[in-house]
């Protein structure tokens, strides 16, 4: 084992371990930490997943600080710590406690902050993120249920939740390549710089600084910063030539959809999906804490099409979102759907549902959850940073898309499902 990832929450582990499988690195993604035997014989990287991104800090730096220790026992020589590529925290924010945390455990003085991932339009520059063509909190992101992002400064969103001395490597010198960012680390570290926001528009870049960030143990970002990692293992002799990707065989059986991200990109998803013909029921989270609408007629009324790949839904526009917030509390109406939809799916798989697609980071965390297999194998890309998974450890596997709710494109919903054989 050589990388060890801790992920903040489901589908960004998946995003991440796509990136490293497709880099090179045989990855696993074990869903919390594992129970003890799981085995890891052959496996480069393992990205354990938790679901602390909306978690206190002190809660999200013990199951981070857990998970740690589990990667360094089983032989984990670097570490990333992977968050959003569009910064996701609460107001208060774990991602500061949880890289002080994570430095402090591992003895670190340096450490990097770069969620970039270019392919899906996230960038930094002078230390701002931006999503697309918009800052970050001019983006759809401002309006996100649990973690609205009203700021784009990393420096200032770093130094906001932390106690780190916060630098900024610019990208001037990210574009001269691994050479200049390696030295543009040492002189950071010299004036007792701690996190490092790092710019990165392209690949390149995030290809550049991987090679930069070899001698760090710690490494925190989006997937996008994995790009560059398997290749100094790789160069250091450490990563055997990539076999042939074990067979993905999606086991036979119904399909489904369910979604519970209220982002814009899988609404415009459910939209284009609705229009297509796909079935499609709508939850009502007032009417489900009132008791007026039950997980079984959930259940019933999916089994109940003959249409393919049924979808049932909680996501709402922005004015929605707020009135069931206002009823309900943020935090209740967003666990109330939560839990509502992993009952659903346990139900859908009693009832013979194999495959199935989750929108929605907190939503899959609870999904899978309540499914509870041990790790997921990872599969064919739909989208960039979503694949279908295969669920490991269960006595029946399930074919599992989760999908980032900002990710994927509009017929998503509709063409995921070619992939599988
Ligand atoms: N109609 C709704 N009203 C209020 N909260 C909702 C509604 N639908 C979903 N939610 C909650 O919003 C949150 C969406 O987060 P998540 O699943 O991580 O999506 P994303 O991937 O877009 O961030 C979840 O906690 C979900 O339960
Ligand atoms: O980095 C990303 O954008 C994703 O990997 C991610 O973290 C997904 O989170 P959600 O948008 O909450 O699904």
């Not at 392919?119 to 001019?138: E, P, W």
């Amino acid at each position: 084992m050589l990388l060890g990832a801790i992920a903040d929450d489901l589908t960004g582990a998946t995003d991440l371990a796509l990136m490293l499988s497709r880099e090179g690195m045989r990855t696993i993604q074990t869903i919390g930490v594992p129970r003890k035997g799981l085995d890891l014989s052959g496996v480069d990287a393992v990205v354990v997943a938790l679901k602390s991104r909306t978690n206190p800090a002190a809660g999200a730096v013990a199951m981070s600080l857990e998970a740690l220790s589990f990667l360094q026992t089983a032989g984990a020589t670097q570490f990333l710590f992977k968050y959003c590529s569009t910064f996701d925290s609460s107001p208060a924010g774990n991602i500061g406690p949880v890289t002080e945390a994570l430095m402090q455990a591992l003895g670190t003085d340096l450490t990097i902050v770069c969620p970039a991932f270019p392919a899906n339009g996230r960038t930094i520059y002078k230390g701002h993120l931006f999503v697309g063509d918009q800052l970050l909190s001019d983006s759809p992101m401002r309006n996100h249920p649990l973690t609205p992002m009203t700021d784009s400064s990393l420096v200032r969103l770093m130094a906001g939740q932390s106690k780190l001395k916060v630098g900024l490597v610019n990208h001037a010198t990210v574009g001269e390549g691994a050479a200049a960012v390696l030295q543009a680390f040492e002189a950071a570290r010299a004036r007792g710089e701690q996190a490092l926001v790092v710019d990165a528009l392209t690949d390149a870049d995030l290809r550049a600084i991987g090679e930069a960030s070899a001698g760090l143990s710690l490494i925190t970002g989006g997937s996008g910063i994995a790009l560059g990692l398997p290749e100094n293992f790789r160069r250091a002799g450490l990563l055997r030539p990539a076999d042939d990707a074990r067979a993905f065989l999606a086991p036979a059986g119904r399909s489904m959809i369910l979604a519970g991200s209220c982002s814009e990109a899988t609404r415009g998803q459910i939209r284009h999906a609705i229009e297509a013909g796909v079935p499609a029921l709508k939850l009502d989270p007032i009417e489900i804490a009132e008791g007026r609408f039950r997980v079984d007629e959930a259940v019933s009324w999916a089994l109940a099409q003959s249409a393919k790949a049924p979808l049932i839904y909680s996501s709402a526009e922005p004015e929605e979102v707020r009135a069931a917030q206002a009823a309900l509390g943020r935090e209740r109406a967003g666990s109330l759907i939560e839990h509502f939809l992993a009952e659903t799916a346990l139900g859908l798989e009693a009832a013979g549902v194999s495959r199935l697609i989750v929108a929605g980071g907190e939503t899959s965390g609870a999904v899978v959850g309540a499914l509870s297999p041990d790790a997921l194998f990872i599969g064919p890309e739909i989208d960039p940073g979503v694949p279908w998974t295969l669920t490991l450890g269960q006595r029946q596997p399930m074919a599992l898309a989760l999908k980032s709710g900002n990710f994927g494109a509009p017929d998503f919903f509709l063409k995921a499902w070619d992939l599988l054989p």
